[in-house]
């Protein structure tokens, strides 16, 4: 087999038409979808202050240099990045992401759990028995919106792939909870409240592998490597089912995420009335009277720096 437009050797095939493309040419078609997905939904507009959240990872540093890209051409968007430092020995390293954004005149802004709750991951793990991913995905999503928003962004660019995507769906199907699905998509804005920043997810229709051919491809200096943490069972059930099912039936993933932007607008509109409260300790959105990340810091025995709420 050959390459579909050129003839030369193939480096992948597209599950979703089992197309074969070499290098070239997958580069083009890679780049090429991700700026039809910011046009076809209004990801970047003119103006745009946009924080990437980026964490060294292919996904991530993959949406950095296209983003950067797309800046560099438009001029008229503002670029930078927050990157977050957990805190875990041995993984979470950013001296290379430091030394990017340092030689394409990037704004970095890092901001570590040990300086804004008082204890690296590492730490709060050692004297707490608690579910490493359920803590720290709760305190990595409260800093990425709170910093974003002190630093005047409008929008949160972050590196979820249609695989990530597709299983964030089943998850809430097959737990009942499909009104999380509601605050989904390529660009979040069902809950109209200023103090949270409107994500957009330019990389919603590549396929992990894609993403990690591409980033490979490209020779980014990322590390392919698994969080030493990474406990979420469940998310990792659901990949691995997605997996196998994508394997016996082509396509499947895609068909899931098609699905579901279909029924999107009927989701948000049942649920676009959901009250917002103000957490009573901290005063950041919540659907309780106290936030996730309060309960949760009261559970490890922690504080965190007052937060300097800029709203825009
Ligand atoms: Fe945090 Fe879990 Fe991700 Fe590791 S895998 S960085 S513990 S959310
Ligand atoms: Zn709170």
Redesign the pocket.
């Known amino acids: 087999m050959t390459c579909k437009n050129c003839k030369t050797n193939p480096v992948i095939t597209l599950t979703n038409n089992n197309v074969q493309l070499c290098k070239d040419c997958f580069i083009k078609y890679f780049e090429k979808k991700i700026a039809k997905t910011i046009e076809k939904y209004t990801l970047i507009e003119k103006n745009d202050k946009i924080a990437l959240a980026c964490s060294g990872g292919k996904d991530s540093f993959t949406l950095l240099y296209l983003l950067n890209k797309f800046a560099n051409s438009k001029k008229t968007i503002n670029l930078f990045v927050i990157a977050i430092d ?1 805190g ?1 020995h041995g993984y979470r390293e950013l001296e290379i992401l430091k030394d990017y954004c340092k030689e394409n005149k990037l704004q970095l802004h890092i901001y570590s759990y040990k300086e804004e709750f008082g204890d690296s ?1 590492d730490e709060i793990l050692k004297k707490n028995p608690i579910r ?2 359920s803590i ?2 709760v305190l ?1 999503r409260f800093l990425l919106n709170s910093k974003a928003r002190e630093l005047g962004a409008n929008k949160l660019a972050t590196g979820h792939n249609l695989d990530d995507e597709a299983q964030s769906i089943l998850m809430n199907t097959f737990k009942g909870n499909i009104k999380r699905s509601a605050i989904l998509g390529p660009i979040t804005g069902i809950l109209k409240d200023e103090r949270f920043v409107r994500r957009i997810k330019p990389l919603y229709f590549m396929l992990e592998k894609e993403v990690k051919t591409y980033a490979f491809l490209k020779n980014f200096p990322v590390k392919f490597s698994e ?1 030493p ?2 406990n ?1 069972a469940y998310r990792g059930e659901i990949r691995d089912f997605l997996n196998d099912l994508e394997n016996k039936h082509l396509g499947t993933k895609h068909a899931i995420i098609n699905s579901f932007l279909d029924i999107l607008p009927i989701l948000r509109e049942k649920y676009k009335n959901e009250t917002i409260n103000s957490c009573s300790i901290c005063s950041e959105p919540c659907s309780g009277s106290i936030c996730n990340v309060c309960k949760l810091l009261e559970k490890v025995n922690l504080k965190r720096k007052p937060i300097q709420s800029k709203i825009l």
């Open positions: 957990e875990i991951l490493s991913c720290c995905g990595r969080c943490y990474s979420d």
